[in-house]
T-cell receptor, first 115, second 114 residues
Framework: AQSVTQLDSQVPVFEEAPVELRCNYS??????LFWYVQYPNQGLQLLLK??????LVKGINGFEAEFNKSQTSFHLRKPSVHISDTAEYFC?????????????FGQGTRLTINP | IAGITQAPTSQILAAGRRMTLRCTQD?????MYWYRQDLGLGLRLIHY???????GKGEVPDGYSVSRANTDDFPLTLASAVPSQTSVYFC?????????????FGEGSRLTVL
């Protein structure tokens, strides 16, 4: 079975500051890794995903994430945040053997941007 | 606009009542999912369907049932609602055959069971 732990339930930052949202996972098999974003009163949207190859993955809206196999982590970063980045962010994994048929999500991190 | 439509957007329900949450997609995606979102727990998979005519159980299936009579529709039924089923429910779909394809989500159905 897989599990995902997002280490921070809430992260407040000031506008234009950098941010890192942390994600660790546990799995006995190789996994695909994802970050999804949920804006207020909306469904989730895909930010980025790691399948293979370069461990640094770039996504939409200036976000990027780095896969670290030895630390089983997939932290999300942005060098300079905007008010519009206020949202809840979810890390998710899926066993490669299942072809991402069923995702396991973390608990979510609420990112609040202060002016 | 192509996407996933969920109904109702919000519902208050008495315990013991039967409720069906509707989900329709117009993207012709083979795979569809139902998740529930609870504070501090993230999203948990209730049921899924890889293709029309087939369904499977997710992480938290008890108290819920689904059907997939055709590609577009994937209703979720609570046969006898209980307060612990108070949650926000999200329907999602994915195009099969794409490696780690993106999940597309509806805007959610907020259900309160009293």
């Amino acid at each position: 079975a897989q599990s995902v732990t997002q280490l921070d339930s809430q992260v407040p930052v000031f506008e234009e500051a950098p941010v890192e949202l942390r994600c660790n996972y546990s799995s006995s098999v190789s996994v695909y890794l994802f970050w999804y974003v949920q804006y207020p009163n909306q469904g989730l949207q895909l930010l980025l995903k790691y399948l293979s190859g370069s461990t640094l993955v770039k996504g939409i809206n200036g976000f990027e994430a780095e896969f670290n196999k030895s630390q089983t982590s997939f932290h999300l970063r942005k060098p300079s945040v905007h008010i519009s980045d206020t949202a809840e962010y979810f890390c998710a994994v899926s066993p490669i053997i299942q072809g991402a048929q069923k995702l396991v999500f973390g608990q979510g991190t609420r990112l609040t941007i202060n002016p | 606009i192509a996407g996933i439509t969920q109904a109702p957007t919000s519902q208050i329900l008495a315990a013991g009542r039967r409720m069906t949450l509707r989900c329709t997609q117009d993207m012709r995606h083979n795979a569809m999912y139902w998740y529930r979102q609870d504070l501090g727990l993230g999203l948990r998979l209730i049921h899924y369907s890889n293709t029309a005519g087939t369904t499977g159980k997710g992480e938290v299936p008890d108290g819920y049932s689904v059907s997939r009579a055709n590609t577009d529709d994937f209703p979720l039924t609570l046969a006898s609602a209980v307060p612990s089923q108070t949650s926000v429910y999200f329907c999602a779909s994915r195009k099969s055959g794409i490696r780690a394809g993106e999940l597309f989500f509806g805007e959610g159905s907020r259900l309160t069971v009293l």
